[in-house]
Structure formats: C-alpha cells, structure tokens
C-alpha cells in the first residue's frame, strides 16, 4: 500500500494469498473510498448491499467463510447473511444482495489479485465481478455484478476491522513502502505551541499556531504586496504594515524549517489550528456557538470565510503541514441534528471549489477538505472532534463524523482539556477534579480508539495541558498530571491510534513550556533517546 506524501497512517491488509477465515474485514472500493454496506442494518434475505462511508459498524464488516477450490463466502457481521448474485443471475449489472447462506455457487466469491494490493471479487456461479453501478461515487449506491473488466469501481481493498489507514488511491498518494507512518514519522511524534528557544532545546517533530480572526473585508487585502496599518486586526497582517499579506504563515513555517537540536538542523513542521468560524459568529452579529452556524447560511460571510481559507491554503502551498480545522464548531453543528439538515450556502459561496458540494455543514466539511486538496496538495486535513457528549453517546459521534465527511480527511485532532488540572481545581474556576486516573485516561482513549477506527484515520492529541505535580498553582504554574501520564504510557497511546501529542496552554494563566520547569522538554528528550513509541 502506498504511502499518503507523509501525511497518512498506513497499515496492513489483506490479499488474495493472505485472507484470515478468522477476523473481519472492511472492503473498501479503489474507486470510491466507500466500503461495502448492510443497507440499514438489514437482516432480511434479498436485502440490498450498497457502499457508504466507513462508520465502524457491524454492517460495514465480513469474514471469509472457506467455500472450498479457492473460494469463499462472504458473511456479513450483522445481518449474519452472506453476499449472494440474486436470482442466479447471469446479467450484467444484476444486484449483489445477502441472503441466507445456502452455500450455493451463487453465493461464493475468489479473490483475484489487482495491482496494490487490491482484490477483486469474482462470483462462481456467473463469473461476473461484484462493483459500484456505475463506478458511482456516492453513499448508498448499489453494488452489482458485471463483466469482469479490472475497473476501480470493481477494486476493493480487504481491511481488518478495527485497523486505521488510508486507501492509497487517496489525495496525494505517493509511493511505495509499507511502513506505518505519520507526516513522515513511524513513531508517535511530540510537539507543542512554544518560543523559538524552546523548540531548538528538545527533539520536537512539529509547533501548532492559531489563524483566529475575522476574514478580510476585501480582496484588496490578498493582493496587496504590503499590509496597512488598519488591517493588523486581520491575521494576515498579523506581522504589521511592513510585512506582506500572509506573512504570518510563511514566516513560521520557515522558522520551524530552521530548527536545529544539539546544534545540528531538526526541521520542524507546523499544525494551524484554523478557528475562524467563531469569528464569522461575531461578523454575523451572534457570537459564537448558534452564531456560527447561522453566519454558514449567509452568501456574503460564507463567500468571505471561504476567500480567506483559500488565501491561506495559498500561503502554505506546498509545503508539508497540517490543518485542524474548526474547534468546537462541529460539536455545535451536531447539537442540531444531522449535518446533511444544517444548512450552508457553499455552493453559492464558493463555486469555483465547492460548486457540486450539497449546501450544509456536511458540505461544508467537505468543500474545506477538497480546496486544501487543490491548494495545499502536500497538508494533511485533521477534522477536529468536538463530541462534547463522547462520555455517553460515542456512537453518536461515530454517526455524525461520517456523515461529515471526516473518512476523507487525513486525521482527526482533539484536545485533552483547555486549561491545567490545578486551575480548575481552584474554587473561583468551579473546584472541579480534571486530573487523571488510569481509569479517566483509559476512557478516553477508547473513544479516540473508537473515533480512530471509525473513519480509518489516526489522531492527533492538541493543546495538551502543560502543567505537572511540582508547580504551585499560580499564575503560569498550575499543576496537571497529563504530560507526565502520556509519557509513562506510550503504548497505550500508540494502541489508541494516537500519532502525535502536541501540549500548549489553552488560556494565558496556564502553565506553558516555558514555565513547567522543563519538564516536558526533559521528557520529550528522554522519548527521543528511547527511539520513540511505533505508530499502530
């Protein structure tokens, strides 16, 4: 399996010699992205088998039932039905159900070998090839059968269920090996949002930043080769008026490409936490919250939010970064329902990238995923999870992220908390108990297991508080055990399908790197002459 231009997780999967009659797989098709479906659940016989977005759910996974002379039946985990060429047909383009198993020629399948690892299904009964009608790319499309042509749409890639990866026919696929990795590391990488002295005193993979604010009023602003005095409230003219638009972004990522340790050059990438949203809720005149979801259904603020992200995406251009979009915006998306109902006026807002998007948050989702495609063609995309309700309900957050789109993003991010332990513990913060016990970290790293696996994409763990036992809970020195629990248990960490741990201060009074004493500098040290946690 390729390797996603050091953006995406890659990990082992089956082929036609090396099939285990003993897990369960998810098929997903070289086409489309989409993997094979129980529609709804079903558990009648005849019920139709369709692709759709990876959920995780028993519906969306099949074991090989050993049929004899090279082929198998394929047993769907739910419904207990086995895929089946309806009617004993011998047409082209005649449905694949699931029926009971009878074990009859019509309900058994050999592998025959494509190119990367692929498979295709051929029925022993028709000699047809199971596909997508139409090499169709959307959810719920029929699976049939057809003359056996090698087509993508008659491609599918046998994963087992539970692994995380990505189909190498993905954006910015690249080539060759096999090793798992993220943005370039087979280890889990550590980071943080930190000075540039703090950066260069430890082996630190990667620095994360913040592009928070209103979007500029003109396009004048893009355009213009220096930025005014008037305009440094926009982040493009962050640097101030000697600097040109954008500056902000591609000096950082070039700070971070002159990093060094131990006097020798340690090149560093940067994740850009893009938290703009909250912004356009204040432009709508409503805050943040229900206001940002109101502003996406509004042409003129959509159209500037969506001509800002793209100027930014110009700034990365091809550098090799990472994008966590939009905290918490889609925790207030999922508080109002399905994302395909929430409405967003993307295809007015942007029809030069985003014309054929559906108009709703879930289109929205994918019209910022697809212009990073096409303007930073080297960025891996994380969709932020803001499941507020995880500790309940995590299937509802494996529902509305697929529906999202999030199994066409490269990773997932999510933070542990925003402030330290000791800070909330204080009786004007509310005197809540944030710290950890193994049983709370156990928690919730099966739900980032489960979010993981989910949609087939690692995650990265951001804003990781900062503080440790030895601080005295003031101002900047507040304790936390977080840093110190992740470090002592990497394994776990790497289980959970984590890839990276970036810690930070997510409010000004927190603890930073800067002033834990250097505790998190001495650990990520200690981690790197370990030789690291391998990804999983």
Known sequence: MAVVAGS???????????????????????????????????????????????????????????????????????????????????????????????NGTNQRFKLAKSPDGYVRLINRFSGMAVGVRNAAKANGSGVVQDRDRGGASQQWQLVPAGSVGTRPSSPAAGGGSSTTRFMGSST??????????????APFDVRYAYVHSQPAPSSAYYSASRC???????????????????????????????????GKPRPQKYLWTWYSLRDLGDAAGEGDGPGEVKAINRVDLLTRYLNDYRFFLQKIGNSHEMIDLEPDFWGYVRSLGDPHQVPAQVSSANPTDCGSQENSAAGLARCL????????????????????????????????????????????????????????????????????????????????KTMAESVGKPVVLWQI??????????????????????????????????????????????????????????KTIAYHNSGGTALK
């Open 188 to 201: 889990v990488f550590i980071g943080g949002s930190m000075s540039d002295a703090s950066a260069n005193a």
């Open 228 to 262: 005014q005095d008037a305009w440094t409230s926009w982040w493009g003219c962050w640097g101030g008026s000697t600097t040109a638009p954008g500056n902000y972004v591609t000096w950082s990522d070039a700070q971070a490409a002159k990093a060094t340790y131990q």
């Open 465 to 522: 508080p900062v503080g440790n036992m030895a601080q005295n809970n003031t101002r900047n020195h507040y304790k936390d055990d977080k840093v110190d629990w992740f470090f002592a248990h990497m394994d776990q960490v790497a289980n959970a399908h984590v890839a990276g741990l970036l810690f930070g201060a997510g409010q000004e009074e927190q603890t930073s790197i800067e002033s834990d004493g250097g505790n998190l500098i001495r």
């Open 369 to 448: 995923i697809d212009m990073a495609r096409k303007y930073a063609p080297n960025t891996a995309v994380g969709m932020h999870l803001s499941c507020f309700d995880w500790e309940y309900d995590t299937q509802k957050c494996v529902k509305d992220y697929a529906h999202l789109g999030a199994q066409n993003a490269d990773f997932l991010v999510t933070d542990v908390s925003d402030r330290d332990a000791g800070w909330y513990a204080q009786p004007a913060h509310g005197g809540l108990n944030k710290f950890w016990t193994d049983q709370k970290a156990a928690a919730a790293l099966k739900f980032y």
């Open 8 to 102: 995406a997780v890659v990990v082992s999967t089956a082929s036609a010699q090396t099939v285990d009659l003993k897990k369960w797989y998810v098929l997903v098709n070289r086409n489309s992205g989409k993997v094979l479906d129980d529609r709804a659940y079903a558990t009648n016989d005849g019920a139709a088998v369709v692709q759709w977005a990876r959920t995780g759910g028993a519906n969306q996974q099949w074991r090989f039932i050993d049929a004899g002379d090279g082929y198998y039946r394929l047993q769907n985990r739910n419904s207990g039905k086995v895929l089946d060429d309806f009617h004993w047909s011998k047409a082209a383009g005649s449905a694949i159900v699931q029926s009971r198993d009878r």
